[in-house]
């Protein structure tokens, strides 16, 4: 088993993971699930009156593949794909309805909808393929318009250009199903995650960045060529997996939608961005193969935060140091951070404690409270040496707002604020030559 297998995945549901991390709540699923089922018993009732057509509805994309993330960046929120179909029999073109129809007659009912509603933001202007309502818990709905012959069992999707497009994401999903055995199914759809979760935090848009559908269909595809020990690992899975996607995309870059050949997923990237994609693939392989490779859980953990920042846990040890090790012909010096906090508040209450300290951790801090973390040792660093500091949060009101953390910065002295509840960690790290000589956990507790 790979040296932090259990850092990606476990079944220990207590236990912080990049699994856990990178995906929502059991509560914010359930949240998710009434305001899908809500809106969808709305529109169904509200379009089956207006149009006369009998009118279904489909959850499809990352929520019905159960491979959904947490939103890993600000602004963004949680996706929802939940398709309307219109069924009539025959072709689309042999309804009482346009496209382009449809899509207003559903853009009428959810901002009819929003209006009953306390809860939504807003409903966005409609969009390409989908029309779109926001709601308050950082989440948003996104609702293809479709038309359905149950007969033919054929759907097409309905676009703002008045033009009807052959989609049917529900082809895509039985593909998945087949391809994928449902013995190895849980551990496929966590590859995805990652593979998506790498994607959002390190290539943006325009640059090589790849759609979630090519992911998913690289991944399934792929996964059958992994040996046993590779997928009895999760970090070994991962490297693996890595490693066959782009010997296969080397091979033949052109990855076409396994139930319709004529859309070639690939193209959507461009020649320039094909090129981009396979260059941030090497990248992230070659960081994989070093990290499966590394001779300890910090080495491993810091290679794979490179990628994952403060969405990878570090190990659990208060302090970890490697000492006088020689590595790329270069000897690392010994060196152990010590760390003083103090935390006070942003506006003093009378009569109360208004100030806190402590060396290497604080605890029972409240809220909006300023806190300062200094090496007090900074004239002990090795020659070279270079101080980071990483915010990991943990806990049910900052998984709730989707705030796991940050890089804090560089330097000796770093500022931070309370803000959630809970154990909450600041990470110091110093490397030296660009190798980690030392590592300390400092437990911040929120009241």
């Known amino acids: 088993m790979g040296i932090v297998a259990s850092l990606f995945f476990t079944n220990d549901s207590e236990k912080q993971t990049l699994h856990r991390r990178i995906i929502p709540t059991d509560e914010q ?13 709305y529109l169904k009732e509200q379009l089956r009156e207006n149009s006369a057509y009998p009118i279904y509805s489909w959850l499809q994309g990352s929520y019905k593949f159960a491979t959904q993330l947490r939103p890993l960046m600000q602004n963004e929120e949680f996706d929802i794909d939940l398709g309307v179909y219109f069924q009539w029999s025959g ?12 899509k207003r007659m559903v853009q009428e009912k959810l901002e009819q909808y929003a209006k009953e509603q306390s ?18 818990e950082n989440f948003h709905i996104d609702v293809p318009v479709y038309h359905l012959d149950s007969s033919r069992d054929a759907r097409a999707l309905a676009t703002q250009n008045d033009d009807w497009e052959d989609s049917d994401p529900k082809l895509i999903y039985l593909w998945f199903k087949k391809q994928v055995p449902k013995e190895t199914r849980s551990q496929v759809r966590r590859l995805i995650r990652y593979l998506k979760a790498w994607v959002i935090l390190n290539i943006k848009e325009g640059e090589g960045r790849p759609s979630a559908i090519l ?3 690289l991944v399934a595809e792929s996964y059958g060529r992994l040996s046993n020990s590779e997928t009895a690992s999760e970090d070994e899975a991962l490297a693996g997996i890595l490693k066959l996607i782009l010997a296969r995309l080397k091979d033949d870059q052109k990855v076409c939608n396994p139930v319709n050949t004529k859309e070639v997923l690939s193209e959507r990237l461009g020649e320039q961005g094909f090129l981009e994609f396979i260059d941030h693939l090497q990248k992230f ?5 070093r990290a499966v490779a590394a001779s300890t859980e910090v080495e491993a953990a810091a290679l794979w935060s490179n990628v994952y920042k403060h969405f990878f846990p570090l190990p659990e040890s208060e302090v970890r140091m490697l000492c006088h090790s020689k590595q790329d012909s270069k000897i690392l010096s010994a060196f152990t951070p010590n760390v003083f906090v103090k935390a006070e508040r942003k506006k003093h ?13 604080i605890s029972s801090v409240p809220k909006n409270c300023s806190i300062t973390f200094t090496l007090v040792n ?6 070279g040496a270079r101080v980071e500091w990483t915010v990991r949060n943990e806990g049910h009101e900052a998984e709730k707002t989707n705030d796991l953390g940050h890089e804090a910065g560089i330097g000796s002295t770093v500022k931070e604020s309370s803000a959630y509840k809970g154990c909450h960690y600041m990470d110091c790290i110093v490397r030296q030559h660009g190798h980690i000589i030392s590592m300390r956990r400092i437990p911040v507790g929120i009241v």
């Open 119 to 136: 809860d939504i933001k807003k409903v966005a202007l409609p969009k390409m393929r989908c029309n779109r309502i926001h709601y308050g």
């Open 91 to 102: 072709q689309p073109e042999d309804g009482n309805f346009t496209p382009l129809q449809l």
């Open 349 to 361: 209450i009378y009569n109360e404690t208004n100030k806190w300290s402590g060396y290497n951790q």
């Open 29 to 41: 699923r359930e949240s998710q699930q009434k305001r899908w089922n809500d809106l969808a018993e």
């Open 378 to 383: 900074n004239d002990k660093l090795p020659p």
């Open 285 to 289: 392989g070659d960081l994989a193969t």
């Open 215 to 217: 992911l998913t269909v």
